[in-house]
């Protein structure tokens, strides 16, 4: 059976995506049919765009901007609801299958590009399994892996009473750090390998693995190396046209920075007010959680300081913040992209391309040169099955970004590469570790100021108790 066929446009935050997808949409819409499709849908794939409102924190399009495109998965989660990669996955699949027999064609546009990835491959997700119906779900018993049900017999009472009552709702490690600790205690004894995969304070994915445990009866890591072993592993789920958007990041930090000063001028600061006031209401829902998904985003936690205490010199430090945060984030984006979804893509197109990746440079002024005639003019070949160009040979940014070492996409490999580990020196308190991912984030914190003062500080107290023994 071949694989239907969908558009994906991914890159930095204020690259132009959104821009883009409109534009193809626009096009496809008004020249159709092209190969059958008789027009484009665009589906969001940004995990703050979601949620209602707040179209200044989150940066959507403007209705009147959209020039009468659907946009799906746009702003219907309210702030506090969780709303996970798997969970966007399901929805977006069950839209793309709507879309495909209505002959549209569906275009994923947005910058969490963690979504996308697991969109075009499945298989890769670790998962809770489908909730059983109520009626069996008393007279089938979870069968318990024998690695497991030891694990659970030697639980201290605490920790079993914990995995007998798992929250619904992952504890906040700002405001309930010793729950938050609890739960990754508990992992740990029950899936060492997975819990050296999450930090504690990530709770979220802490609980998650600990609820796979609960409804499987396996590790989580049984079921990755499982995974590892799928030749399904590398096949895509459509046969997908990529673009990937990008920005030389020194013209990219220019524009995040007037990005940032217009959502100010727009009235950033009371959509902030009204977030602080849905958290707080006395009539706030217990089953939200007002630590995640919205309230992780840039701008909020940047200038929420500045709201509790107003001044001058607070807003300049709330908006240099914000700036810097949008520029280490976008760099994030990019490293992703390159060391994600480029070697996933690599492994998909061995023996044949299936989901071909294009990177087009909106780095100058050019935009209907470098940007939108060659995307319609490779969705063009792509849809009606004509010859595509080499990726690599549409311009010298793109040879240069597509060019990467080989990286394994093994799920095994990368859960292992992955662990983290107790910094000793900067853990003061037990209950309360620092955890540093291994290789390259642990070179750098090892070079960090704090890092160095309290290993200066802790060899000079085991330099005078020596004297002291000595005497």
């Given at each position: 059976?071949?694989?239907?066929?969908?558009?994906?446009?991914c890159g930095?935050t204020?690259?132009?995506?959104?821009?883009?997808?409109?534009?193809?949409?626009t096009?496809?819409?008004?020249?159709?049919p092209?190969?059958?499709?008789k027009?484009?849908?665009?589906?969001?794939?940004?995990a703050?765009q979601?949620?209602k409102?707040?179209?200044?924190?989150?940066?959507k399009?403007?209705e009147?901007e959209?020039?009468?495109?659907?946009?799906?998965?746009?702003?219907?989660?309210?702030?506090g609801?969780?709303?996970v990669v798997?969970?966007?996955?399901?929805?977006a699949?069950?839209?793309?299958?709507?879309l495909?027999?209505?002959?549209q064609?569906p275009?994923?546009?947005?910058g969490?590009?963690?979504?996308?990835?697991?969109l075009l491959?499945?298989?890769?997700?670790?998962?809770?399994?489908?909730?059983?119906k109520?009626?069996?779900?008393?007279?089938?018993?979870v069968l318990?892996?024998?690695?497991?049900?030891?694990?659970i017999?030697?639980?201290?009472?605490?920790?079993?009473d914990?995995f007998?009552?798992?929250?619904?709702?992952?504890?906040?490690?700002?405001?309930d750090?010793?729950?938050?600790?609890?739960?990754?205690?508990?992992?740990?004894?029950l899936d060492?390998?997975?819990s050296?995969?999450?930090?504690?304070?990530?709770?979220?994915?802490?609980?998650?693995s600990?609820?796979?445990?609960?409804?499987?009866?396996?590790?989580?890591?049984?079921?990755?190396?499982?995974?590892?072993?799928?030749d399904?592993?590398?096949?895509p789920?459509?046969?997908?046209?990529?673009?990937w958007l990008?920005?030389?990041?020194?013209?990219l930090?220019?524009?995040?920075?007037?990005r940032?000063?217009d959502?100010i001028?727009?009235?950033?600061l009371?959509?902030i007010r009204c977030?602080?006031?849905?958290?707080?209401?006395?009539?706030?829902?217990?089953?939200?959680?007002?630590?995640?998904?919205i309230y992780?985003s840039?701008?909020y936690?940047?200038?929420?300081?500045?709201?509790d205490?107003?001044?001058?010199?607070t807003?300049?430090?709330?908006?240099e913040?914000?700036k810097?945060?949008?520029?280490?984030y976008?760099?994030?984006?990019?490293?992703w992209l390159?060391?994600k979804?480029?070697?996933?893509?690599?492994?998909?197109?061995?023996?044949?391309?299936?989901?071909?990746?294009?990177?087009?440079?909106?780095?100058?002024n050019?935009w209907?040169?470098?940007?939108?005639?060659p995307?319609q003019?490779?969705l063009?070949?792509?849809?009606?099955?004509?010859?595509?160009?080499?990726?690599?040979?549409?311009s010298?940014?793109?040879?240069k970004?597509?060019?990467i070492k080989?990286?394994?996409v093994?799920?095994?490999?990368v859960l292992e590469?992955?662990?983290?580990?107790?910094?000793?020196v900067?853990?003061?308190?037990?209950?309360?570790?620092?955890m540093?991912?291994?290789?390259?984030?642990?070179?750098?914190?090892e070079?960090t100021?704090v890092?160095?003062?309290?290993?200066?500080?802790?060899?000079s107290?085991y330099?005078?108790?020596?004297?002291?023994?000595?005497?």
């Amino acid at each position: 059976m071949s694989l239907r066929p969908i558009i994906t446009i991914c890159g930095t935050t204020g690259v132009g995506k959104s821009r883009l997808a409109i534009e193809l949409a626009t096009y496809l819409n008004k020249n159709a049919p092209i190969a059958g499709w008789k027009g484009a849908k665009i589906i969001n794939a940004d995990a703050m765009q979601v949620y209602k409102g707040l179209d200044i924190i989150t940066n959507k399009v403007p209705e009147n901007e959209r020039q009468g495109i659907d946009h799906l998965l746009l702003g219907f989660k309210d702030p506090g609801e969780q709303y996970v990669v798997g969970d966007w996955v399901k929805d977006a699949s069950n839209l793309i299958g709507e879309l495909h027999r209505s002959h549209q064609l569906p275009i994923v546009v947005g910058g969490t590009s963690y979504w996308i990835q697991h969109l075009l491959f499945p298989n890769r997700l670790l998962t809770k399994p489908e909730e059983p119906k109520p009626a069996a779900s008393a007279q089938i018993p979870v069968l318990q892996s024998e690695q497991i049900a030891k694990s659970i017999q030697s639980l201290p009472p605490d920790l079993l009473d914990l995995f007998n009552h798992l929250p619904e709702v992952p504890p906040s490690a700002k405001s309930d750090p010793d729950e938050a600790f609890k739960l990754h205690q508990l992992l740990s004894l029950l899936d060492p390998i997975i819990s050296r995969r999450w930090h504690w304070k990530d709770t979220r994915k802490v609980l998650r693995s600990l609820a796979i445990v609960k409804e499987t009866g396996r590790c989580p890591s049984e079921i990755i190396s499982e995974q590892s072993h799928d030749d399904r592993e590398t096949q895509p789920r459509f046969k997908a046209l990529s673009f990937w958007l990008y920005a030389d990041s020194e013209v990219l930090g220019e524009r995040l920075d007037s990005r940032v000063d217009d959502m100010i001028s727009q009235g950033l600061l009371d959509e902030i007010r009204c977030l602080r006031d849905i958290a707080t209401t006395e009539h706030a829902s217990p089953s939200l959680d007002f630590t995640l998904g919205i309230y992780q985003s840039i701008g909020y936690r940047e200038f929420c300081a500045y709201l509790d205490a107003p001044s001058d010199s607070t807003f300049r430090e709330a908006e240099e913040r914000m700036k810097i945060s949008t520029r280490q984030y976008a760099k994030r984006q990019v490293s992703w992209l390159r060391n994600k979804l480029i070697p996933a893509i690599d492994a998909a197109n061995a023996t044949e391309i299936q989901t071909p990746l294009y990177i087009l440079d909106a780095t100058g002024n050019k935009w209907d040169d470098n940007v939108q005639m060659p995307a319609q003019n490779i969705l063009n070949a792509f849809l009606n099955g004509d010859p595509i160009p080499e990726p690599k040979t549409l311009s010298a940014t793109a040879q240069k970004m597509l060019t990467i070492k080989n990286k394994s996409v093994n799920p095994q490999q990368v859960l292992e590469a992955r662990t983290k580990k107790i910094c000793t020196v900067c853990t003061l308190q037990p209950d309360r570790p620092v955890m540093i991912e291994e290789g390259e984030e642990w070179k750098m914190h090892e070079r960090t100021k704090v890092h160095r003062k309290l290993m200066a500080r802790q060899s000079s107290q085991y330099y005078k108790a020596g004297n002291q023994k000595l005497e």
